[in-house]
């Protein structure tokens, strides 16, 4: 079921949080609009189809909404590989590395700079404005994977999923599974207007750090073959089950 703020009681989001979010989004749409716009115009020349791509995703408390991205893979490009790959991470518990990173034949031309760099990310801001998202928070899950948690793992549901957050600046795909649900679950029971302020100012490092790794360096992994992903996809996700540290 799709949620929006409105549909939320004042007392689930700290005020702080969203006069922040609409503070921000409200004095930096205007001045990204243009650089937008020319995103729209790149993908539009480049590959045919929708400038943007929507995808439902798991938010605030189990809540259902439409996830808005720039499109940066063909039309019709075979999703399934994705899964395969989230499967393995989450079973291996092996640092999150991205499919692109090896080489992906479905995204389109600049495709790679623009999830690099997080700009397909942008048109998120207006999952910001209606409340669906915040600037800062864990990342808007896929259903399927969402299914594969445990129940302590569910505690990131708490807070609204965000464009960046915690995990996004300590490490992001040289983290595992586990440790990108300890972080998230760490901001869900620590989150203030200073943490998030901070964390802000870390995403720019941050994107530059992940620019480096997938233009520059390349981060070491192993290659993964298509039987993989479907033995990947057969297994059942399995993770110790202790309980978080108060």
Not at 130 to 159: A, D, H
Not at 202 to 222: C, E, H, N, R
Request: proline letters at 6%.
């Amino acid at each position: 079921m799709k949620q929006s703020l409105a549909a939320i009681s004042p007392g689930d989001v700290p005020r702080w949080k969203r006069a922040l979010d609409m503070a921000a989004v409200l004095l930096f749409l205007p001045l990204l609009l243009p650089l937008m716009l020319g995103i729209a115009l790149i993908i539009r020349l480049v590959s045919k189809g929708p400038v943007l791509f929507r995808q439902e995703r798991v938010g605030f408390r189990g809540s259902r909404f439409m996830c808005l991205k720039f499109r940066t893979m063909y039309v019709g490009a075979d999703t399934s590989n994705h899964q395969g790959h989230l499967n393995q991470l989450m079973i291996s518990d092996a640092p999150m590395t991205k499919l692109d990173v090896r080489g992906d034949t479905r995204i389109i031309p600049f495709g790679l700079l623009l999830r690099s760099a997080g700009l397909d990310e942008l048109p998120q801001l207006f999952n910001v404005l209606r409340g669906e998202m915040s600037l800062v928070g864990p990342r808007p899950c896929i259903s399927y994977e969402s299914e594969k948690y445990l129940p302590w793992q569910r505690e990131r549901f708490n807070t609204l999923p965000g464009l960046t957050g915690l995990w996004q600046v300590s490490g992001k795909n040289r983290t595992t599974f586990t440790e990108m649900m300890l972080l998230d679950i760490e901001y869900v029971r620590k989150k203030t207007l200073w943490m998030d302020l901070i964390i802000i100012f870390k995403t720019v490092p941050a994107i530059l750090v992940q620019l480096w790794d997938a233009k520059i360096k390349g981060l070491p992994s192993q290659k993964i073959e298509p039987k993989d992903f479907e033995t990947a996809s057969k297994k059942t996700v399995l993770f110790t089950s202790g309980s978080l540290q108060q």
